[in-house]
């Protein structure tokens, strides 16, 4: 049995979860900031751990399975879709990747939800945030979990996947234990921080849309807090009307992301909510309530107690990667045929200028 990590990098904290024979032995969660700004007393985390047979890395909107070795400067572009200059998003995280690829360690990037065979190709038009590579782990975590409590295989899995992290919301869809759909963060309904999908006459207004732009507008500004230091404990208990506005537009775009969802799964078993704001039990409680008239909804329970569920999900990927416990799990969400960029369904822009964007030069 395989000795592996899985990494998950958050906009707050940057996670890792470590599996020897199926079980925990690391158990750890980094401030991101921190974690940005040393980069080598992270990678001597990970090799203090050691010896390993896989690490799942942080792969941002992700890449077709690639070793951190292998990755070039343009895979690390296309994985965290950010140019040369850009100030915003979790800056750093490109950098992290380089230090790991110079490392000894053997790191692995995965692919986002858009990267699979598994989702049709007409649901991935004009589309690049169709969930992150972190999103793909978390729904690992989810499938399992399922198949397990219900005693059912792996491929009967029917679900839809809920993720309400400090940043953005989003959600992915399941269905006979494959992805088959997902709406992205950034794509996707109102976050505590990110304002999610833009009104195309907001972005127009806006003039410009910077990466930093995309990581603001979220609840926390709604409500007028200060995003950076404000609790998400603090949404579930409103008390002045813009806050009652922020609960309000939160928990209502949530709930209508995940039952939009739904469509792309025939009758799913369940609704799993996961994510930062998911551990709030107001919030929890409202969204569970108000999806319970469509299916049974569920909080997401991993095995770790501290790593978040993105990292134990990318642990078990690494672990079937390896030839573990979870080849079954890897072979259905097809992670080794993953294949192509998250600029292939472009048409609303050429991709040409895009890679441009990406590239520093102009649009």
């Known amino acids: 049995m395989p000795r592996v990590i899985g990494i998950d990098p958050g906009t707050v904290s940057i996670d890792l979860c470590g599996l020897d024979q199926g079980r925990v032995f690391l158990d750890r969660s980094w401030p991101?900031?921190?974690?940005?700004?040393?980069?080598?007393?992270?990678?001597?985390?990970?090799?203090?751990?050691?010896?390993?047979?896989?690490?799942?890395?942080?792969?941002g909107y992700g890449l077709p399975l690639?070793?951190?070795?292998?990755?070039?400067?343009?895979?690390?572009r296309l994985a965290f879709l950010a140019a040369p200059h850009e100030r915003g998003g979790i800056g750093g995280l490109r950098a992290l990747v380089r230090a790991l690829a110079r490392s000894r360690l053997p790191v692995v990037l995965t692919p986002g939800v858009v990267h699979l065979p598994t989702v049709a190709v007409h649901r991935k038009v004009n589309r690049v945030d169709?969930?992150?590579?972190?999103?793909?782990?978390?729904?690992?975590?989810?499938?399992?979990?399922?198949?397990?409590?219900?005693?059912?295989?792996?491929?009967?899995?029917?679900?839809?996947?809920?993720?309400?992290?400090?940043?953005?919301?989003?959600?992915?869809?399941?269905?006979?234990?494959?992805?088959?759909?997902?709406?992205?963060?950034?794509?996707?309904?109102?976050?505590?921080?990110?304002?999610?999908?833009?009104?195309?006459?907001?972005?127009y207004l806006a003039g410009e849309v910077s990466k930093a732009l995309l990581f603001q507008g979220g609840a926390a500004a709604v409500a007028g807090w200060d995003e950076a230091s404000t609790s998400p404990e603090r949404l579930a208990h409103p008390a002045t009307p813009a806050e009652q506005t922020a609960w309000e537009a939160f928990v209502e775009g949530a709930v209508k992301t995940a039952v939009a969802l739904a469509a792309s799964v025939p009758s799913p078993k369940e609704f799993v909510l996961s994510g930062r704001?998911?551990?709030?039990?107001?919030?929890?409680?409202?969204?569970r309530q108000r999806l319970s008239s469509f299916a049974p909804t569920r909080l997401l329970e991993g095995f770790a107690r501290t790593a978040k569920e993105g990292a134990q999900g990318a642990a078990l990927l690494a672990d079937g990667l390896a030839g573990g416990a979870n080849r079954e799990l890897v072979e259905?969400?097809?992670?080794?045929?993953?294949?192509?960029?998250?600029?292939?369904?472009?048409?609303?822009?050429?991709?040409?200028?895009a890679r441009r964007r990406l590239e520093g030069g102009p649009a």
């Not at 704001?277 to 969204?287: R, T």
């Not at 259905?332 to 200028?353: C, K, M, N, Q």
């Open 130 to 203: 169709m969930g992150t590579a972190d999103k793909v782990c978390a729904v690992a975590l989810a499938i399992t979990q399922q198949a397990r409590q219900s005693g059912r295989p792996l491929a009967t899995v029917s679900l839809v996947l809920l993720e309400l992290g400090g940043a953005f919301t989003a959600a992915v869809a399941v269905a006979g234990g494959r992805i088959v759909d997902g709406v992205g963060g950034t794509a996707g309904p109102l976050g505590f921080r990110a304002a999610g999908a833009l009104d195309g006459e907001v972005a």
């Open 277 to 287: 704001l998911a551990q709030v039990e107001g919030v929890s409680h409202a969204i």
């Open 32 to 59: 991101t900031a921190e974690a940005l700004a040393d980069p080598a007393r992270f990678i001597l985390e990970l090799e203090a751990a050691g010896p390993l047979d896989l690490v799942a890395g942080p792969s």
């Open 66 to 76: 690639t070793r951190a070795q292998d990755a070039t400067d343009e895979d690390l």
């Open 332 to 353: 259905l969400l097809a992670i080794r045929e993953a294949r192509g960029t998250v600029l292939d369904h472009l048409y609303v822009i050429p991709r040409e200028r």
